[in-house]
């Protein structure tokens, strides 16, 4: 079937320390984003790309850095300057093309503080 | 700039009661609009899309209809399941503007049995 998978589900930083969080698809889709969800919060957009080797900042992009070598593969690594990490973090792509097309989503990844 | 505003929740209702979730937004130009649905501990769902004025989008016994005067896309049910319960986003996505999809803060709904 295809779909995005997100990994790890769960993930914890110590404090300093960069992580990395994995986002493939296989909908052969051209989009991907990645968003931060806070607790009783909606979706804050922390980059995109429209295309492979080329990516932009969203809203909240300070601390945060990303890749996009191969079309199937967007991970995020979240970095020591982000001083307040914790928060669940979702993937997302799309087809591209037309703005009636819809983003489609992974299950997302916990970061949480040790 | 363009915006997606939704009732606050929590929306607490018994089984089979009528739902009404209400979304409004402000945007330049055409956009197309969605309703995602997030169960616990999950990634977001597309519910359902319209993309101009008098659509109606529908899945799994819920709908919404594109307003173009009120500016609204309201999510509605006739009769909601516990299963139902989850948190519910409207979001935009921008005509012409292939980058993002811009969302509300989301509903959380509960369906007591």
């Known amino acids: 079937d295809g779909g995005i998978t997100q990994s790890p589900k769960y993930l914890f930083r110590k404090e300093g320390q960069n992580v990395t969080l994995s986002c493939e698809q296989n909908?052969?889709?051209?989009?991907m984003y990645w968003y931060r969800q806070d607790p009783g919060q909606g979706l804050r957009l922390i980059y995109y790309?429209?295309?492979?080797?080329?990516?932009q900042k969203g809203d909240i992009a300070e601390g945060y850095s990303v890749s996009r070598e191969k079309k199937e593969s967007f991970p995020l690594t979240v970095t020591s300057a982000q001083k307040n990490p914790t928060a669940f973090y979702l993937c997302?792509?799309?087809?591209?093309?037309?703005?009636?097309?819809?983003?489609?989503f992974g299950d997302g990844t916990r970061l949480s503080i040790l | 700039g363009n915006s997606v505003t939704q009732m606050e929740g929590p929306v607490t209702l018994s089984e089979e009661a009528f739902l009404t979730i209400n979304c409004t937004y402000t945007?330049?130009?055409?956009?197309?609009l969605f309703w995602y649905v997030q169960y616990p501990g999950e990634g977001l769902q597309l519910l359902l899309k319209?993309?101009?004025?008098?659509d109606k989008g529908s899945n799994k016994g819920f709908e919404a209809t594109y307003r173009k005067e009120t500016t609204s896309f309201h999510l509605e049910k006739g009769s909601v399941q516990v299963s139902d319960s989850a948190v519910y986003f409207c979001?935009?996505?921008?005509?012409?503007?292939?980058?993002?999809?811009?969302f509300g803060t989301g509903t959380r709904l509960q369906v007591f049995p």
């Open positions: 997302a792509s799309r087809l591209g093309g037309l703005s009636n097309q819809p983003q489609h």
């Open positions: 909908l052969n889709h051209d989009a």
């Open positions: 790309s429209q295309i492979v080797n080329d990516f």
């Open positions: 945007a330049t130009g055409y956009p197309s």
């Open positions: 319209a993309t101009k004025a008098d």
């Open positions: 979001a935009l996505s921008e005509a012409g503007n292939t980058d993002k999809l811009i």
